[in-house]
Structure formats: structure tokens, C-alpha cells
T-cell receptor, first 116, second 113 residues
């Protein structure tokens, strides 16, 4: 199994530009999570999908952030317009089952976003 | 609001030493708890999962325990090796149905040969 695949690995963009991060979860997993990691705040959950449906997006910081999961094998996180404070490492993770922490969470290698 | 504290923030030990990493939750009603390892530039790898009906889990040289009465967990690493050098994070969700795993900021471990 290739694991959770994220692209791109690195993204450098200018303030105001649109950024799209992509994620392919592990085949057969039906829960998908987007996290953001910074030195100051650590890992923060942005949004959680179960069976392609957004269940909890209370961690999405602003309306500039949006996430979609059009099918079981693909999800995107979009930031429009991007700001320097959005600079962070964004992780996608997946697991099997209606997640209540019962099954291990599998993380991708992340996308390091730098907004100048 | 659930907060997670990991102590120490960093730890440097000589190879072969046994060590303990600590994790505590402000809300002790932990439902499930996971310990993760993060290598530089990488995502997190799940090491051990303690489910709601369990108190500890073991995998090789690693042992994790959870004291639900105090909301504290420990990760014990036996006979540490340089390859164990990484950041270790704990995460838990609370009883009551929260889907969110709340993460600590991690303990950065360096094992010196």
C-alpha cells in the first residue's frame, strides 16, 4: 500500500494567490482528516470527512479555507486568497471506520506551504 | 477545551538507556489515546493505540499506559537506540463523542550513539 499521498510536497506562493493542496487516502479508508502543523500551535484539525461527507469543519480558520472530497479516493484543501500567516505544514490523514479514535490514523508526508 | 501537555519538550539520552515520555490531558475523560512518532520532514506514524477498554499497549520495546483517573499517559522506551531519535506526540479524544483527536506538541528525543 502506498500510504496517504499528498501533493505537492512544497508550495511557495505570493500573498493573495490561490493554493490547492491534494490528498489521496489509503484505499478502503472512509475517514479523512486535514491537519495544519505550526511551531506555535502544534497540530490542529481543520476538517474531517466520513464517507466523503464533511462532518466537522469547525477547525477551518476562515472562509478563505475550503475543502472538498468528491470521491473516496481524493480530497482537496483550497486557500483563496492565501496570506503569510497560512504558512505551515498541512497534513492529510485517513483511517478506517467512523472515527472515534478507535483505529490508527495514517498520515501523509505533508505539504509545506510558504506564503510570501 | 481539551489541552494536552507533553513533558519534557526535549530529551537527550545515551544509547541503551530506558526512558519515559509523559503526556497529560486537562480533561481526564480520555476515550482513546494514540502515541505517534514524527521524523523530520515526514508525517506522523502511529505507534500505539489504547482504546477505551484498555489501559496499556505494548509493541516491541515500546509500552504505553493510560491512567484514566488522572488523564495521564506514559510512553516507555526500553533500551533506546539512535534510530529512536524523533519527535513523539500523544493524542486523545474525550468521551462524549468528540471526533477530534487533540494533539500534544511533542517531545523531541535524541538518542546519542
Amino acid at each position: 500500500d502506498a500510504g496517504v499521498i499528498q501533493s505537492p510536497r512544497h508550495e511557495v506562493t505570493e500573498m493573495g494567490q490561490e493554493v490547492t493542496l491534494r490528498c489521496k487516502p489509503i484505499s478502503g479508508h472512509n475517514s479523512l482528516f486535514w491537519y495544519r502543523q505550526t511551531m506555535m500551535r502544534g497540530l490542529e484539525l481543520l476538517i474531517y470527512f466520513n464517507n466523503n461527507v464533511p462532518i466537522d469543519d469547525s477547525g477551518m480558520p476562515e472562509d478563505r479555507f475550503s475543502a472538498k472530497m468528491p470521491n473516496a479516493s481524493f480530497s482537496t484543501l483550497k486557500i483563496q486568497p492565501s496570506e503569510p500567516r497560512d504558512s505551515a505544514v498541512y497534513f492529510c490523514a485517513s483511517s478506517f471506520g467512523a472515527y472515534r479514535g478507535r483505529s490508527p490514523l495514517h498520515f501523509g508526508n505533508g505539504t509545506r506551504l510558504t506564503v510570501t | 477545551k481539551q489541552e494536552v501537555t507533553q513533558i519534557p519538550a526535549a530529551l537527550s539520552v545515551p544509547e541503551g538507556e530506558n526512558l519515559v515520555l509523559n503526556c497529560s490531558f486537562t480533561d481526564s475523560a480520555i476515550y482513546n489515546l494514540q502515541w505517534f512518532r514524527q521524523d523530520p520532514g515526514k508525517g506522523l506514524t502511529s505507534l500505539l493505540l489504547i482504546q477505551s477498554s484498555q489501559r496499556e499497549q505494548t509493541s516491541g520495546r515500546l509500552n504505553a499506559s493510560l491512567d484514566k483517573s488522572s488523564g495521564r499517559s506514559t510512553l516507555y522506551i526500553a533500551a533506546s537506540q539512535p534510530g529512536d531519535s524523533a519527535t513523539y506526540l500523544c493524542a486523545g479524544n474525550t468521551q462524549g463523542g468528540s471526533e477530534k483527536l487533540v494533539f500534544g506538541k511533542g517531545t523531541k528525543l535524541t538518542v546519542n550513539p
